[in-house]
Structures are given as C-alpha cells and as structure tokens.
C-alpha cells in the first residue's frame, strides 16, 4: 500500500523561505504531484502541481526529482497569513485497478512574526 | 462563478440511521470527489466520479456509496451509520480527473453519529 510521508509540523519566521518535503515511493506513473493548504474551518485550496522538475507559480515552486518519489514545496518570504495545514496529493499505483488518491497527513506550518 | 457547494453543513444522526450528502460542482467541471477528514486518520479519498461513472476509489466499506447526475452534482451515501464515521465530508470538483487537475474544495459537511 502507497505511503505518503510528510513532516508533522515546521515553525518558519516571516520573510524566511519554507520547503516542506513530502515523499511518495509508490506514485502512479501517470498522476501529477498536487499540493493544498487547509486553514481552520475551510476545505483545501490549491497551491501547485506538477509532473516532474520544478514548476513555479505566483505563490509557490514545486521541485520533483526524476524518479518522482518526493516533492518539495518551496514558499518563498512567508507571512503570518501562511499559517495552516499543507498536504501533498498523489494517486497510488497500487491500487489494485483503481487509481486511489492519497493525501499525506499534513505539515503543520506556523509563521511567526 | 459559484464555488463548490455542499448541503447541508451540519448533521446529526444516529447509529444505524444513514445519511445522504450533496455537493454542486463549479458549473463545467467533470469530476466530483468526495474525502473524509477526521483528525486521527486525516484525509481520506473515497470514490471520485466523472461523467456519471465512478473512475476512482479508496478503501472504505461498501456503506460509504455515491453516484453522480447527468449535470454533474453528486451525492454521497452512508448506510448503517458508525460511530466512527463521524467526521468533515469533503467534495472537490475539477474539470479533468482529480488526480491530474487541481480540485476545487467545498466547506464541507459535518457529520456528527450519537
């Protein structure tokens, strides 16, 4: 069975860049890497995907080694605002016919001033 | 345009009873995705379905059903409730498959079983 590995919990200071690292050994060949973030009281909201090397948007970049076993989340000069729950999400190949999702359990990030 | 919608909020049941969830889609989106949250277990993928069919499913009994409608909103059933499917059901839409597009997630309904 796939699993999705992500640290617990980080503490960041404003201004400072986050990478949250989540590994993945058992990924589909054909799904992307996505990431969200949860804030209290609300569904997930996506940040960035990607398929492999990096990807970069407005708010984040996604860094995937070839092999696509981990992912790195990078969020550059964090704010209070960044405060919540980040998950990555993958399909498992192992999923016996269906493609099963998983979401990692969550890294906890808190920005402080 | 109009976020993913899911009714009702909040619910309470019983053991035994079973209840029926509803999510809205974002109009034009394809795929409804329907996820447990509990705060032991986390986030849990339950069926996903696209175009009226179920394409994906996680490990969860056969209690736990869906279906979709020809105009994409989805419904999600539990059948001989547990005290341990007490949780925040989620729905998400894409336009494509979940796991190749980004989801759009609704608030959620909060499932309470006494």
């Known amino acids: 069975l796939a699993k999705t590995t992500q640290p617990i919990s980080m503490d960041s200071y404003e201004g400072q860049e986050v990478n949250i690292t989540c590994s993945h050994n058992?990924?589909?060949?054909?799904?992307?890497i996505t990431w969200y973030q949860q804030f209290p009281s609300q569904g997930p909201r996506f940040i960035i995907q990607?398929?492999?090397t990096k990807v970069t948007n407005e708010v984040a970049s996604l860094f995937i080694p070839a092999d696509r076993k981990s992912s790195t989340l990078s969020l550059p000069r964090v704010s209070l605002s960044d405060t919540a729950v980040y998950y990555c999400?993958?399909?498992?190949?192992?999923?016996?016919?269906?493609?099963?999702?998983?979401f990692g359990a969550g890294t906890r990030l808190a920005v402080h001033p | 345009k109009a976020g993913v919608t899911q009714t009702p909020r909040y619910l309470i049941k019983t053991r035994g009873q079973q209840v029926t969830l509803s999510c809205s889609p974002i109009?034009?989106?394809?795929?409804v995705s329907w996820y447990q949250q509990t705060p032991g277990q986390g986030l849990q993928f339950l069926f996903e379905?696209?175009?009226?069919?179920?394409?994906n499913k996680g490990n969860f009994p056969g209690r736990f059903s869906g279906r979709q409608f020809s105009n994409s909103r989805s419904e999600m059933n539990v059948s001989t409730l547990e005290l341990g499917d007490s949780a925040l059901y989620l729905c998400?839409?894409?336009?494509?498959?979940?796991?190749?597009?980004?989801?759009?997630f609704g608030p959620g309904t909060r499932l309470t079983v006494l």
């Open positions: 998400a839409s894409s336009w494509g498959l979940a796991g190749l597009d980004e989801q759009f």
């Open positions: 058992n990924i589909a060949t054909n799904d992307y």
């Open positions: 990607g398929y492999k």
């Open positions: 999400l993958v399909g498992d190949r192992f999923s016996g016919g269906y493609n099963k999702l998983i």
């Open positions: 109009s034009g989106h394809r795929s």
């Open positions: 379905y696209f175009s009226e069919t179920q394409r």
